[in-house]
């Protein structure tokens, strides 16, 4: 069973056209939720972390947001350069220091 | 500083050969990662070192051979690959202990012919 679902799998974006990627987890006793964006060929560029529903944060024109049973990635006024793979992860819920499983992530293309 | 360094950066290797992947890391993080990455698919974990022991290991072929030298480095051996094992192969690190974000190399791109 997936516990990481991602939403779109692919999303094309006119330029300063906002939308949002949805991340929805099925994980209980949630012990974070991270955005990763991607690059092709290079490694994932860790965006932001979300530990407790409610919780906003912020960097340029992305915004993540955390309820008890999904993550958003609000995009506003997307440029080109933004034009990545946003993938989301989360913890499982196993003792001690488990590594993170990722969603099958979103391919953002933003046109000019 | 939040980087982590992996080399090389790209690799052509022989069904015959042996050759190694490198790591390295200077955020003081004791759990280090290996991680596979085909095209349009998430990562896939393949091995976790904590303390630099390997903690897991996710029923990965022997053909794939890590070792974590010191609390710096990761190194993954690679001998008698095959062509399917072409992929990106991604190296991370994070606090040992906590449910924080893991940071990422630029990964080695590999192909076996």
């Known amino acids: 069973e997936d516990q990481v679902t991602q939403s779109p799998e692919a999303l094309r974006l006119q330029e300063g056209e906002s939308s949002s990627l949805n991340c929805s987890y099925t994980?209980?006793?949630?012990?974070?939720l991270f955005w990763y964006r991607q690059d092709p060929g290079k490694g994932p560029e860790f965006l932001f972390t979300?530990?407790?529903a409610g919780e906003e944060k912020e960097k340029e024109r992305l915004k993540a947001t955390l309820t008890k049973k999904e993550s958003f990635l609000h995009i506003t006024a997307p440029k080109p350069e933004d034009s990545a793979t946003y993938l989301c992860?989360?913890?499982?819920?196993?003792?001690?220091?488990?590594?993170?499983?990722f969603g099958k992530g979103t391919r953002l293309s933003v046109i000019a | 500083d939040t980087e982590v360094t992996q080399t090389p950066k790209h690799l052509v290797m022989g069904m015959t050969n042996k050759k190694s992947l490198k790591c390295e890391q200077h955020?003081?993080?004791?759990?280090m990662y290996w991680y596979k990455q085909k095209a349009k698919k998430p990562p896939e974990l393949m091995f976790v070192?904590?303390?630099?022991?390997?903690?897991i290991n996710e029923s990965v072929p022997s053909r794939f051979s890590p070792e974590c030298p010191n609390s710096s480095l990761l190194n993954l051996h690679l001998h008698a690959l095959q062509p399917e094992d072409s992929a990106l192969y991604l190296c991370?690190?994070?606090?040992?202990?906590?449910?924080?974000?893991?940071?990422f190399g630029q990964g080695t791109r590999l192909t076996v012919v």
């Open positions: 991370a690190s994070s606090q040992e202990g906590a449910y924080t974000e893991a940071f």
């Open positions: 994980v209980s006793g949630l012990r974070g």
């Open positions: 979300l530990y407790s």
């Open positions: 992860a989360v913890h499982p819920p196993l003792g001690g220091n488990t590594p993170l499983v």
């Open positions: 955020m003081g993080h004791r759990a």
């Open positions: 070192y904590s303390y630099e022991k390997l903690s």
